[in-house]
Every structure is written in structure tokens, then in C-alpha cells.
């Protein structure tokens, strides 16, 4: 066999493993770039972003939490004989989500303990912060949250 033509078949095998090479690159990037564009583009949890929770008053028990998703905070709505708290749902310590124990009219959180009043001050545990209050009103018999 003579030098040009091992060359030629090995030119040919180069162009066509660089084809390849390439071929996998961009296909790799568009498995990378699809979700990514779609993700920055869709963005669903921004629709209805701007406005409040509303809660009728006469949807609520008190004595009784309801808990809500409000702009990707988890947010509770305690009733008691004072009127309504609105607290968010994560223990100051640790992000869990507290538990409300009608039985006892406290918030268990149960990664560590911690135990708060109905008031969202703290009873026990090692947490020395209160449940965080989330502002809110009353207006035409609902609690309105649009923090």
C-alpha cells in the first residue's frame, strides 16, 4: 500500500472521530442548556407572586392552626381567644417545620425539641429566638397577608 493512500484513510478517520467529537459536545450542551432556558424562562411560582393570602375569618377554629404556602414560606394561622397570630412555620434554629399540638396549645418543633407558646414565644428547647411573626391585617371579615 503506498503513503497516500494510508494517509488519505487516516485524514478520513480523523475528520470523521472529530465529527463525532463534535457532534457529542453539542449534544451534550443542549442537555445541559434545555433546562436550564426552560427554568429561566417559565419561572411558574411567579404567577400570582404579588398577591395576598386571604383567609376568611370563619374558615378558622380557634384553638386550631391552619397552615398555608405564601410566596414559598410556609406561614401559620393560629386562632385563639386574642384574636389571630400569623407566624412562619420554621423553628428559628433549625428551619424545621413546627407542629401545632392543639392538646397542649403549643408548637412542637421536632428536629430538636423546641417548644413554643401560642403566642410563638419560647417555652423550651435550645432555641432562644421566638417563631418569626409574619405582618398581616383584618379587613372585611379576612386575614390579609401581602408581606
Not at 386550631?64 to 414560606?73: D, H, K, S, T, V
Not at 401559620?76 to 413546627?98: K, Y
Not at 421566638?130 to 372585611?140: A, G, H, Y
Amino acid at each position: 500500500m503506498s503513503c497516500d493512500k494510508t494517509c488519505e484513510q487516516h485524514n478520513g478517520r480523523r475528520t470523521f472521530c472529530r465529527a463525532c467529537i463534535g457532534a457529542m459536545t453539542a449534544a451534550s450542551a443542549a442537555m445541559v442548556a434545555y433546562p436550564v432556558a426552560s427554568f429561566v424562562t417559565s419561572q411558574p411560582s411567579r404567577i400570582g407572586e404579588g398577591k395576598p393570602l386571604e383567609i376568611p375569618l370563619d374558615q378558622l377554629v380557634q384553638g386550631q392552626a391552619r397552615y398555608e404556602a405564601y410566596r414559598g414560606l410556609q406561614v401559620i394561622i393560629l386562632a385563639t381567644a386574642d384574636g389571630p397570630h400569623v407566624f412562619s412555620a420554621s423553628c428559628p434554629h433549625l428551619g424545621c417545620a413546627v407542629n401545632w399540638v392543639s392538646s397542649d396549645a403549643q408548637f412542637h418543633c421536632p428536629c430538636h425539641g423546641a417548644v413554643f407558646g401560642s403566642d410563638g414565644g419560647v417555652v423550651s428547647g435550645p432555641v432562644n429566638e421566638p417563631l418569626k411573626p409574619i405582618p398581616f391585617e383584618v379587613k372585611d371579615g379576612k386575614i390579609i397577608i401581602s408581606v
